[in-house]
């Protein structure tokens, strides 16, 4: 059973940084895409980014490209979202999710239980 463990959410004002992490209780972390979902009150879940196994492809929203930075350390079982310039819309709770295989072209099968992100203004 693969285990997501999101950390690194809370209060920020608007214009802050926010560093997520993700760490994963197996040790083939190594072996698969990684990403993060976000799901604001009252919205749909939608896409953050996601990053490939090795770490050479990542890819955003629209909405988060240019100030959201996804990362990772295969040696630690760990994924990061350095998150920048900050705004309201971006509370939200924060999923951890890894994929099937190495790429990010399909449904994640793995989902952590959230961090909560909140960005006042």
């Known amino acids: 059973q693969v285990q997501l463990v999101e950390s690194g959410g809370g209060l920020v004002q608007a214009g802050g940084s926010l560093r997520l992490s993700c760490t994963a209780s197996?040790?083939?972390?190594?072996?698969?895409?990684m990403g993060w979902f976000r799901q604001a009150p009252g919205k749909e879940r939608e896409f953050v980014a996601a990053?490939?196994?090795?770490?050479?492809?990542?890819v955003y929203s629209d909405s988060t490209k240019n100030r959201f930075a996804i990362s990772r350390d295969n040696a630690k079982n760990t994924m990061y979202l350095q998150m920048n310039s900050l705004k309201p819309e971006d509370t939200a709770v924060y999923y951890c999710?890894?994929?099937?295989?190495?790429?990010?072209?399909?449904?994640?099968?793995?989902w952590g239980r959230g961090t909560q992100v909140t960005v006042s203004s």
């Open positions: 990053i490939t196994w090795d770490g050479g492809n990542t």
């Open positions: 197996t040790r083939t972390f190594s072996g698969y895409a």
């Open positions: 999710v890894r994929y099937s295989d190495i790429y990010y072209n399909a449904d994640p099968v793995y």
